[in-house]
């Protein structure tokens, strides 16, 4: 499923087609050093946990899901106590 996952690369672009914050992606490449390859990887951990969620696990089709947890993702990483730490590297994985 992570073919789906949008890179955060595109959601740098308004017209995305996907809802997120203004200045997520800046702010959460920029949490990991700057270090793209990473970022990519825990943003991807974080949508599928989301997608793995009993309430998004009953929506359907497909392309809402991850819609819709790219943007509970991405608000979650930017809009709460989140904001200031990544659960994968507090987690300890890379």
């Avoid at 309430?55 to 993702?73: C, D, F, G, H, N």
């Avoid at 608000?75 to 200031?84: P, S, V, Y």
């Amino acid at each position: 499923m992570s073919k789906l996952i949008p890179l955060l690369r595109d959601l740098c672009f308004r017209d995305c087609g996907y809802e997120v914050p203004p200045g997520f992606v800046e702010d959460f490449v920029k949490r990991h050093h700057a270090d793209w390859l990473r970022s990519q990887d825990h943003w991807e951990r974080m949508v599928v946990d989301v997608l793995s969620s009993e309430v998004i696990k009953q929506r359907e089709p497909e392309e809402r899901a991850m819609k819709l947890a790219v943007a509970i993702s991405s608000r979650l990483l930017h809009e709460t106590a989140l904001r200031d730490r990544c659960r994968q590297c507090r987690t300890g994985r890379r």
